[in-house]
Nanobody
Framework: VQLQASGGGLVQAGGSLRLSCAAS????????IGWFRQAPGKEREGVSC????????YYADSVIGRFTISRDNAKDTVYLQMNSLKPEDTAVYYC???????????????????WGQGTLVTVSS
C-alpha cells in the first residue's frame, strides 16, 4: 500500500485543519491507520489511530477532545480533523499503515510498516 498525506498548512492558534491520508495499491479497510507527528528537534510521536475492523480509535492525551480520526473506506482515505490547534501542534504529520497491530501498541511507530510522506502543520500564536 502507498500512502499520501495532505492537508497541512499554516493556521492561527485556535484554528482547524483536516489532514487526509489517501491509500493506493490496496484496499484501505484491511489496514490499521495511524497518524504520527514530529516537531523540530523532537522524536516522532503517535497522535491517533483507527483500527481496521470496528473502527476503534485511540488518541494521544495531548490531542484528546481536539482531534478526531475517521475513515472512509469507500474512498480509501483516513482523515484527521484537528480543532483548537495550539502552537505546540506544529509538526510534520505522517500517516502510517499496519496489517497487524498488537493490543496497547496503537500509537507505537514500530508497529507500522507502511509510511506516507509528511505534511507540515504550522500553528502560529
Amino acid at each position: 500500500v502507498q500512502l499520501q498525506a495532505s492537508g497541512g498548512g499554516l493556521v492561527q492558534a485556535g484554528g482547524s485543519l483536516r489532514l487526509s491520508c489517501a491509500a493506493s495499491g490496496a484496499y484501505l479497510d484491511y489496514y490499521h491507520i495511524g497518524w504520527f507527528r514530529q516537531a523540530p528537534g523532537k522524536e516522532r510521536e503517535g497522535v491517533s489511530c483507527i483500527r481496521s475492523s470496528g473502527g476503534r480509535t485511540y488518541y494521544a492525551d495531548s490531542v484528546i477532545g481536539r482531534f478526531t480520526i475517521s475513515r472512509d473506506n469507500a474512498k480509501d482515505t483516513v482523515y484527521l480533523q484537528m480543532n483548537s490547534l495550539k502552537p505546540e501542534d506544529t509538526a510534520v504529520y505522517y500517516c502510517a499503515a499496519a496489517t497487524v497491530l498488537r493490543a496497547g501498541r496503537d500509537l507505537i511507530e514500530t508497529e507500522y510498516g507502511y509510511w506516507g510522506q509528511g505534511t507540515l502543520v504550522t500553528v502560529s500564536s
